[in-house]
């Protein structure tokens, strides 16, 4: 009895070492990132509807290891606030 529960513990000690070496590696920021990153910064806008115009502001920033391109819209619009968020990406598999 005590063979069956060495063994069964040998082999679940190497599932768990094989489960590890079958980990993947974290994406990496590829150069369609890069054009991404060539957006950051804060930028003046005008936004429009219809006749009317009225100012906002963007930023946008690359987070999330690199992968993402966070964007952050505030403006005013009618004497109301407005405001966004958004995330770009690229995905490397469907292009």
Known sequence: MLNV??????C???????AVGLAQEPPQPG???KKLKELEGTWD????MGPDESKAVATYKMDLGGLWLVSDFQG??????FS???LDGYDPIRK
């Open 5 to 10: 529960k060495r063994s069964g513990f040998a």
């Open 12 to 18: 679940l000690a190497a599932l768990l070492i094989g």
């Open 31 to 33: 150069p369609e990132h």
């Open 45 to 48: 806008c005008i936004m429009k």
């Open 76 to 81: 005013e619009f009618g004497g109301m606030k």
């Open 84 to 86: 966004g968020k958004g």
